[in-house]
T-cell receptor, first 111, second 114 residues
Framework: TQLLEQSPQFLSIQEGENLTVYCNSS?????LQWYRQEPGEGPVLLVT?????EVKKLKRLTFQFGDARKDSSLHITAAQPGDTGLYLC???????????FGTGTRLTVIP | EADIYQTPRYLVIGTGKKITLECSQT?????MYWYQQDPGMELHLIHY???????EKGDLSSESTVSRIRTEHFPLTLESARPSHTSQYLC?????????????FGEGSWLTVV
């Protein structure tokens, strides 16, 4: 059983469109992170959210942590080809020693 | 920018060969990790370490072994490589994990066993 489920698994959109990807779990987390990974590279941290209901913006990216701290969303406005990549959510459960990674959403933005 | 380095980046070796993937970080992080990731798939934790002389198995069983003799160095070794070991191996480090702590990843080592 996967601890963190991401949806959609694959997403292909035109440049300029908006999109939202989701990260869901039945577990409560003390913090959640979003990473972007480009082919052949390691994941790079985009944001960390800690408080239930927290919203963080990073240019055209908006991240939200669910009120119950079980889920999160990433919204991209006016997607650009440079946004193409694998988006991974990762969460830290209180008392756990490690970070659990989601299944990933592979985004392709077509020029 | 993260100061964590992996070598080699790409390696093709024959079945039965011994291989060590190197990982070094200059951030003074206590905790280090090895993840295995097949192309486009999720990351699976195979080893981690809390500090010098500490090594633990991760969530995914692996035939590889690790050592932590120095804080900055966390090499991964396969004694006898097999085609099933073909994958990307990602090294990472962090301060001892607590809420909000960031894990920094290396660029990865792509291993192909033929």
């Amino acid at each position: 059983t996967q601890l963190l489920e991401q949806s959609p698994q694959f997403l292909s959109i035109q440049e300029g469109e908006n999109l939202t990807v989701y990260c869901n779990s039945s577990s409560v987390f003390s913090s959640l992170q979003w990473y972007r990974q480009e082919p052949g590279e390691g994941p790079v941290l985009l944001v960390t959210v800690v408080t239930g209901g927290e919203v963080k913006k990073l240019k055209r990216l908006t991240f939200q942590f669910g009120d119950a701290r079980k889920d999160s969303s990433l919204h991209i406005t006016a997607a650009q080809p440079g946004d193409t990549g694998l988006y991974l959510c990762a969460a830290h459960r209180t008392g756990a020693n490690n970070l659990f990674f989601g299944t990933g959403t592979r985004l392709t933005v077509i020029p | 920018e993260a100061d964590i380095y992996q070598t080699p980046r790409y390696l093709v070796i024959g079945t039965g060969k011994k291989i060590t993937l190197e990982c070094s970080q200059t951030m003074g992080h206590d905790k280090m990790y090895w993840y295995q990731q097949d192309p486009g798939m999720e990351l699976h934790l195979i080893h981690y370490s809390y500090g010098v002389n500490s090594t633990e198995k991760g969530d995914l069983s692996s035939e590889s072994t690790v050592s932590r003799i120095r804080t900055e160095h966390f090499p991964l070794t396969l004694e006898s490589a097999r085609p099933s070991h073909t994958s990307q191996y990602l090294c990472a480090s962090s301060h001892l994990l607590s809420s909000g702590n960031t894990i920094y990843f290396g660029e990865g080592s792509w291993l192909t066993v033929v």
